[in-house]
């Protein structure tokens, strides 16, 4: 039998509960594939890789493979939620909803274990989406082999929607993003002797200052960025001066040309900061697979056509949003489309509290299987 909905929140709690950081999903991968492997077997194939697990339902034809990818890590996030089924591992939660995820992709996957597709589907239940571009690792490993679907869907929860919402849009849903590590090394000394050293806190100051002009001065205001440093790490104490700076950031745009303007204007100031004030300087800016997800026109067109059309739906049209998500990378190989399932809660992606809606489940499960079934018509 397909999963209920009580049987799917209860696999909802169960991998709550179990929240891992990218690529050391093991628990979580060990949980999906018992739920798997209890499904009927008669159209699955299994495969994994490191800790993602893959999928394929074997269809009534063979000439066509619809994917559909979900992400399965959690954040360094201590929860606060107070739930009953809240994190058992410390320091860590499912506070980005991935744990939401996964229970859609198993309950559209249920649903197809027991009523055949007319074309092969292959879902991806893909590692390290927030930390180490899991997805482009999976693609790039070669794994997906002749399972590669040859259009891809994924979803991604979003509070700000009432429980069970699909929101989506044609071209750009979400930014590309790219890690900013800079770290100044200069001389520490005495606070009462600045001449025999070199200041980093003073030299790391200037950059977050000089930073705040890249979006205001070089991009176009009719377009959009975000630089955002989050971590500033100097020194030790007040009369000693720091020898070091370490600032961590990320750059967010709407179209890969802006990402990678950004980025050459972030090196250029770091590294006109280093020769300013005479120190090293160590920069990585890391895009890895956090391409800005651009949803495909055609298989776009369709999903938006079917989500309006059925009255059983919810849809919204949504702005782009300054998320980023490695199913970019996935979405420059593959035609497919990415959208938002509501899940209505006060907080935000990443915050401590965060307690989506489980209702939203089974609203994204019938959506998404209403819409495999009438998009597998058209393809046939
Ligand atoms: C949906 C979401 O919150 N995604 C993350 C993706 C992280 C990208 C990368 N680690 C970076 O910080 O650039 C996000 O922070 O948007």
């Known amino acids: 039998m397909s999963l209920s909905e009580t049987e ?8 709550h509960q179990i929240p891992e950081i990218g690529m050391e999903e093991h628990e979580t991968q060990a949980l999906l594939l018992q739920v798997i492997q209890a499904m009927p077997q008669k159209w699955l194939e299994i495969k994994t890789w490191k800790t993602a697990i893959m999928v394929h339902v074997s269809g009534q034809k063979h000439d066509y493979t619809i994917g559909y990818r979900t992400d399965i890590d959690a954040l360094p996030v201590t929860e606060a939620t107070g739930l009953p089924y809240a994190s058992k591992h410390p320091g860590k939660m499912h506070a980005c909803g991935h744990d939401i995820h996964m229970t859609v992709a198993i309950g559209i996957l249920s649903y197809f274990a027991e009523h055949q597709p007319a074309t092969d589907l292959t879902f991806i239940f893909q590692p390290a989406e927030e930390n180490a571009s899991g997805g482009k690792q999976l693609y790039d490993a070669g794994v ?19 429980a069970g919402t699909i929101g989506c849009r044609q071209g750009t849903l979400f930014a590309g993003t790219c890690e900013i590590h800079a770290h100044f090394i200069g001389k520490s000394g005495h606070a009462a002797f600045p001449q025999a050293a070199n200041d980093m806190v003073v030299a790391g100051a200037a950059f977050v200052t000089q930073i705040q002009t890249i979006v205001s001065r070089n991009v176009d205001p009719i377009q959009s960025g975000v630089v955002t440093l989050g971590h500033f790490a100097a020194g030790t104490t007040g009369n000693v001066i720091a020898g070091s700076a370490q600032i961590d950031g990320t750059i967010r745009a709407l179209t890969q040309k802006n990402n990678l303007k950004i980025q050459q ?15 090293r300087l160590e920069l990585d800016l890391h895009q890895g697979g956090y391409y800005p997800v651009e949803n495909n026109p055609q298989t776009t067109a369709s999903f938006i056509s ?27 190989k593959i035609p497919g489309t990415m959208f938002w399932l509501g899940v209505d809660s006060p907080y935000s992606l990443h915050s401590e509290h965060l307690a989506p809606n489980e209702q939203a489940i089974q609203k994204g499960v019938s959506a998404m299987i209403g819409f495999i079934l009438q998009r597998q018509t058209e393809i046939n």
């Open 306 to 332: 079917y989500m309006k059309n059925t009255p059983e739906v919810d849809y919204q049209t949504t702005p782009p949003a300054m998320t980023g998500e490695d199913f970019g990378y996935l979405l420059a």
């Open 144 to 162: 997906l082999g002749d399972w590669l679907p040859n259009e891809i869907y994924g979803l991604h929860d979003n509070p700000q929607l009432p």
């Open 8 to 15: 799917l929140i209860s696999l909802r709690r169960k991998l």
């Open 265 to 279: 204007r972030v090196r250029k100031i770091a590294e006109s900061i280093a020769a300013g004030f005479e120190c």
